[in-house]
């Protein structure tokens, strides 16, 4: 490679601190201890369901999950990170930054 080539590379890079995690398969943190054997050592991240009056779940999730427009009408089933990954998620953030 180039020198150009590794110095874009580099600058793509992510940091210490990026807040990039990946999505648990089960999305939920109740269906990841369900089907999950080693689910204690799930470190991915988990979301749970936001379920209103006017969602009807026989309908699915919502395609734009938690950036629909109109969440406050749509009857699909829409999603917020699980509050204990968002601690997680935190936690993470504030050891990386007294580094």
Known sequence: KSAREKTIIENLKSSKTAQVREFCEWVTRQE???????FGSCKKLHFR????????????????LNTCFHMDTCKYV????DEEDRGRTCEH???EAMK
Do not use: W
């Not at 990841?32 to 080693?38: I, T």
């Open 32 to 38: 990841c201890k369900r089907g999950n054997v080693k």
């Open 78 to 81: 829409h999603y917020a990170i």
């Open 93 to 95: 953030k504030h050891r």
């Open 49 to 64: 369901k936001l379920i209103h009056g006017h969602t009807d779940t026989t309908l699915g999730d919502c395609s734009f």
